[in-house]
């Protein structure tokens, strides 16, 4: 008997503001760093903006597959250093594609586990990739010994790849743009979307649709292990090696990226491309209290500060 | 004359533009059983809601004992008396029903100075309380271990720990078996001798005639009517709630046709489904007609064979029961619905693969599809982008039936298919019912309300421990003791 006087009106949900909120944020954090300091709005700087923000737009796309689902994955850090190091030293060995190929599916490997382990034996999430967090930073260890890899010997296609810029805009950025273009298109307009959707909404109403639930929670991981892997492959390009210490904490500013963009923890909501306007706004919040020569230290209290402010919202939002 | 121990008095609600209660009036005696009737949207729970402090009266104001009263919070409103049991339990799943008897204010004795709870004293206490309700529960058993029922009665013995003058009972035998309502109605007598009044808010008007000293209908948030026992009778109710819609039985028998589906693997009581026939399984909640339903969709992770219009077809889950074309509503809402989603992504969800077309989604295709179901089966209001937790129960419902209505399936399998829904919504779900086998597809309904069943059925199946006991047919009209004797009720 709820009554919804909300949608008395239902045109009035398309100028909804409150689905803007992310974007809202964005460009007001941006107003206020350019007012108050010149140096926000030179275009090195803005391309800096963009590099820094690619490599973990490319896993937050990964990380708002698996929270739209209804999961979580803490692993991606790890395997950012993973896929890394794997793609050295298979590249310096084999050739640039062959590294490539190893660091992406290295990291699709850690996906399959995790999915496999979270939805057919129905381990909570938080505990799987907690644990393949740690299990697979010490695989990275081991295989490498401590040491960076490939620091000669890289192809030196693949150090451009980390640099050099296509139609002015940096092969980096170039990549989570194509990807939030074509996965958009997969999540919005084909049945796995609208499956992956339904999962996270509500897992046994959607098995009882027929919905395959444990083959869609599963693939969520495995993209989101993938695309860790090929951010890796980029964190890899751009250090010009591959670091075993590569992505700690990456796994954090994801989750906090997501859910400033929207998607609930809850499952079943999510969009991509507020994602990357979430991971802009952490970005871009860092690149401001540099600029403004804010101590390295409140930095951290105030992307911590971000974060829970980020979950209270979604926490406010379930309980409209 | 005795006071009221709890009165409204004008009492208006608003939400937004929305009125849910206009210029309500209401009393409660201590000693009465008070029935609350009216149909989904009618304003009950929002009454409810005002009486257990939830929710404040915009206009209008509060009495108890003839004093105004100011309740602004559920806590307000337990200190004064009212206590609330809502059909959503709150008690901790975790914890024993010791435990939670005495959650709050536990025994405590002294150990080295220190207050430590006294275990001992806790569970006599318990033991004591149950006792006084008749309950023979062991009070150190976890309480996610009991069944609903039985958490009903100790939730219900946790309420008469505190000071309890008046008892709000919301829908409280919407889920449970007919021996278990005696024993709810056995307690409820014996609060009533005790002084406190009752309020029964349900949808189950045989209860009502039965349980109620006096009943208010409500209808569109107004007071239709107040009747004293003796005064009303079920068909009363009807006209009160709904303003004269009565219940149609139903059209004439169909003529059945071939088999659509056969249960091969249970061979000696095998239910056989025809084209053209609605069959009813009759049975009490625990008498697996439920199990026999899920069982029939892949719910019960057995494998099984099916004969599928003559086709042997095997079946391991619901995605397999689907493909052959087969549908099911199953008894809770929450598991056919999935409740953020706009209620065109809920109808789509199981034709996603009808209706992509070289691996993407026709929108138009899918819009046509949800326009032409929200027609058919009137569901309101028609705004397909409406989130389906914002639809009253009836109309969620319908979303469920339409969800199997697009895919087109040839079998449709209900659980309780108008449990909960207000009675408008309940013949318009019949009728449905009714033009589906019309049109040639094969139904099959369980239901614990043998009134439904007589009305829409061809054949009842009667159901007892997980056996068919008697198969009853319309055209021999349907002898309601012989039903009864069936299912062991």
């Known amino acids: 008997m709820r009554r919804h006087s909300k949608y008395t009106w239902p045109w009035l949900r398309r100028f909804n503001l409150v689905g803007q909120a992310p974007l809202i944020t964005l460009i007001v954090l941006c107003l206020a760093t350019a007012l108050m300091t010149d140096r926000f709005i030179s275009p090195l700087n803005l391309t800096n903006i963009l590099v820094q923000s690619s490599i973990m737009a490319v896993i937050a796309i990964g990380m708002t597959f698996v929270i739209i689902g209804g999961g979580f994955d803490l692993s991606v850090g790890s395997t950012v250093a993973l896929a890394g190091c794997i793609a050295a030293m298979v590249m310096v060995r084999f050739g640039l594609v062959a590294g490539i190929i190893a660091g992406i599916a290295a990291g699709m490997a850690v996906g399959l586990a995790n999915g496999l382990i979270i939805a057919r034996l129905g381990v909570n999430p938080f505990i799987t990739t907690l644990g393949t967090m740690v299990l697979v930073r010490g695989v990275v260890y081991l295989i490498t010994g401590g040491a960076p890899v490939g620091d000669e010997g890289l192809p030196p296609a693949f150090i451009a790849f980390g640099s050099v810029r296509f139609l002015g805009i940096h092969y980096l950025v170039w990549v989570p743009a194509l990807l939030l273009v074509a996965l958009s298109w997969l999540m919005q307009a084909t049945p796995y979307g609208q499956r992956v959707y339904a999962t996270g909404g509500n897992r046994e109403a959607a098995y009882l649709s027929g919905v395959a639930v444990e083959r869609i929670i599963a693939s969520t991981y495995v993209w989101c292990g993938g695309l860790a892997g090929l951010a890796g492959v980029m964190l890899a390009a751009r250090l010009q090696s591959g670091q075993p210490t590569a992505g700690e904490f990456y796994e954090l500013t994801a989750i906090a990226a997501v859910i400033l963009g929207g998607a609930s923890l809850h499952g079943g909501e999510g969009t991509l491309y507020k994602s990357i306007i979430g991971v802009l706004i952490m970005v871009v919040l860092g690149n401001s209290l540099n600029l403004l020569n804010v101590d390295s230290y409140w930095q951290r209290v105030a992307i911590g500060a971000v974060i829970i402010a980020a979950a209270a919202t979604d926490r406010l939002r379930s309980h409209r | ?489």
Request: charged residues 25%; proline residues 4%.
């Open chain 2, 1 to 489: 004359m005795t006071k009221p121990a709890v009165s409204a008095r004008a009492v208006s609600k608003y939400f937004g533009a929305t009125c849910a209660l206009a210029n309500i009036d209401f009393e409660l005696f201590a000693g009465e059983v008070h029935a609350l009737v009216g149909e989904n949207g009618a304003g009950k729970s929002t009454l409810v809601r005002i009486l257990s402090g939830v929710h404040q009266p915009d206009q209008g104001e509060v009495s108890i004992d003839g004093q105004r009263a100011h309740l602004g919070s559920p806590s307000a409103a337990i200190a004064a008396g009212i206590v609330t049991i809502p059909q959503e339990l709150r008690l901790v799943q975790s914890l024993s029903i010791a435990e939670n008897l005495t959650l709050g204010d536990p025994p405590v004795k002294r150990v080295l100075g220190m207050r430590v709870v006294d275990r001992r004293r806790m569970r006599a206490a318990a033991s004591d309380q149950l006792a006084q309700l008749g309950l023979s529960l062991d009070p150190g058993i976890r309480v996610d271990r009991l069944s609903y029922a039985e958490r009903q009665l100790v939730a219900i013995a946790k309420a008469l720990r505190r000071h309890c003058k008046i008892l709000i009972l919301d829908e409280p035998t919407a889920a449970l078996e007919m021996r278990e309502v005696e024993r709810l109605f056995t307690l409820i007598d014996h609060m009533k001798r005790e002084g406190a009044g009752i309020l029964y808010v349900s949808h189950r008007l045989d209860e009502v005639v039965r349980l109620a000293d006096r009943c208010t209908v409500l209808r569109d948030g107004q007071v239709a009517t107040v009747a004293r026992r003796g005064n009303f009778k079920i068909a009363d109710l009807i006209v009160a709630m709904t303003g004269g819609l009565e219940m149609q039985p139903s059209d004439t028998v169909s003529e059945p046709g071939g088999i659509v589906l056969e249960d091969v693997s249970r061979r000696p009581d095998a239910i056989r489904l025809r084209a053209n026939e609605v069959l009813g399984l009759a049975g009490l909640l625990s008498s697996g007609a439920g199990h026999m339903l899920r069982r029939l969709f892949g719910f019960t992770g057995e494998r099984i064979e099916l004969r599928r219009n003559g086709r042997l077809k095997r079946i391991a889950s619901p995605a397999d029961a689907i493909r052959i074309g087969i549908g099911f509503v199953p008894d809770e809402r929450r598991l056919g619905l999935i409740m953020n989603q706009s209620i065109r992504d809920n109808i789509l969800l199981p034709s996603l693969d009808v209706i992509a077309r070289g691996g993407r989604i026709d929108r138009g295709e899918g819009n046509r599809l949800v326009e032409q179901m929200m027609e058919l089966l009137d569901i309101r209001p028609r705004h397909p982008e409406l989130p389906v937790s914002a639809l009253s129960g009836g109309n969620q419902q319908k979303v469920i039936v339409a969800k199997w209505f697009a895919r087109g399936v040839g079998v449709l399998l209900l659980d309780e298919p108008t449990q909960g829904i207000d009675v408008a919504a309940k013949a318009q779900i019949h009728t449905l019912i009714r033009k589906f086998a019309k049109r040639g597809g094969g139904v099959l309904v369980r239901s614990s309300d043998l009134t439904e069943l007589t009305l829409i059925c061809d054949e009842i199946l009667a159901v007892h421990q997980a056996r068919i006991t008697d198969r009853l047919q319309r055209s021999d009209g349907f002898d309601e003791k012989r039903l009864h004797a069936a299912i062991g009720g």
